[in-house]
Structures are given as structure tokens and as C-alpha cells.
């Protein structure tokens, strides 16, 4: 599995040391340190991820405007789908209509869905759109965690313990050594869950964050 760190603005030259990256649009189009950061990251990184998906908790599609605004600053190398967390047939239709609005070159379906039965069928509609690669968000993952494509599966953060992924393969962003960290707890230290990643954090615990990033890339790499 490989990994890319997801962090607050402020945090990220210190942080995001790996060659995935993952941003998104609305951070991009709103501040221009993060807009900044990613910009130099498309000579740097082997991949770098834009999601299309508001700041939030709930996951639900960005804006396409800003979708746009984003594009105009940075040219990611892979886009991942916009989706409504858990319903199947509104994904389905949002990407849709973000593929005949954006024709990315290289694209990750966000799967989403109540039942793995519902996830399946995501993953079926999309690869009939053409899209072979898939992400799947922390959400999905208690309902499945594997599913086949032509490219490498996009794991798009995680809740609760790096062994959520043990023994998969593909690539995984996550905020949780940031989120635990902040909190003055290492990774071992996992109950209860964490917050929502705050992008606008001020650092702290730099020494705990700095340890669960080593100890997350020695587990997965």
C-alpha cells in the first residue's frame, strides 16, 4: 500500500512528505498557500490526487464551478468522482454528468452505497461510464473494502487504525496520524475516534505527529 498524508494548510510542507498527494478544490480555489503547495507537487509528486468532494463531514459533490476554478490552478494527475455519501443512484447520475462535463484523462470512480450488493452495482455502473479505477471512502469501507479495476484502488482516508487496510493493496490518503496527533495521542492510542480534520488547525504536537506518520509508512510500506 502506498501512502499520502492528508493535513492541515499550515502543515503541509511539514507533513505531506510522501509522493502521494491528494487535494481539494475548494482549498485549492480559496487559499493560496494550499494552491501553492499543490502547484509545486505536480513536479514532484508520482501522483497527485484532486478530489472532487466538499470540506466536510458528509461527503457531497463540489460544486463544479469550483471543480473548474481548481482545474484552471493545478493539473492533477488522477480525479476522483464526485458522490452522495451512501446513495447509490445519485452517484451514479453526478458522475454522469461530471464525466461529459470534465472528459478527465485519468479518473477514480468513488463507490458508494448501503449494502455491498449497492457498492457492487456502483462499481458496475461506473465501469459502464468507463471508468475502470475505483475510490473508495472510509465510509464504504465497514461494507466492502476490495473491489477489481484496471488501476490501483483509491482508499480515501480512514476512522480508525491503520490495520483497517491490512493486507491490501493500492493507495491510501489518510488524516488519521494528523487527527490523533493533534490530539496529543499516537496511533496506538485510537479510542475513541478522532475528529474531522480542521484544515485550518494550528500545529501542534509536532513530535506525536511526526512519530505517527513514521510508524503508519513503516506499517504500510
Not at 499520502?4 to 510542507?13: Q, R, T, Y
Request: hydrophobic content about 35%.
Amino acid at each position: 500500500m502506498k501512502v499520502g498524508i492528508i493535513a492541515p494548510i499550515e502543515s503541509l510542507k511539514k507533513y505531506c512528505i510522501t509522493d502521494i498527494q491528494y487535494c481539494i478544490p475548494n482549498l485549492i480555489v480559496s487559499s493560496k498557500e494550499y494552491r501553492d503547495f499543490y502547484k509545486e507537487q505536480e513536479k514532484k509528486a508520482s501522483l497527485l490526487v484532486l478530489d472532487t468532494v466538499k470540506v466536510g463531514w458528509k461527503r457531497e459533490p463540489e460544486d463544479f464551478g469550483v471543480v473548474e476554478k481548481a482545474l484552471s490552478y493545478i493539473n492533477p494527475t488522477l480525479i476522483i468522482t464526485p458522490s452522495y455519501m451512501y446513495n447509490l443512484n445519485k452517484t451514479i447520475e453526478v458522475a454522469e454528468q461530471f464525466l461529459t462535463n470534465f472528459k478527465p484523462k485519468m479518473v477514480a470512480g468513488c463507490l458508494e452505497g448501503t449494502t455491498e450488493k449497492e457498492v457492487q452495482v456502483c462499481s458496475a455502473a461506473l465501469k459502464e461510464l468507463g471508468v475502470n479505477t475505483k475510490a473508495i471512502p472510509a465510509h464504504i469501507l465497514r461494507i466492502k473494502k476490495e473491489v477489481k479495476g484496471n488501476g490501483p484502488t483509491i482508499y480515501i482516508d480512514n476512522h480508525l487504525t491503520i490495520k483497517e487496510l491490512d493486507g491490501l493493496e493500492g493507495v491510501l490518503v489518510t488524516s488519521l496520524p494528523i487527527r490523533l496527533g493533534l490530539q496529543g495521542r499516537l496511533l496506538s492510542d485510537y479510542m475513541p475516534s478522532p475528529p474531522l480534520l480542521n484544515f485550518y488547525e494550528e500545529d501542534k504536537f509536532q513530535e506525536m505527529i511526526e512519530k505517527n506518520i513514521k510508524e503508519l509508512r513503516n506499517f504500510y510500506e
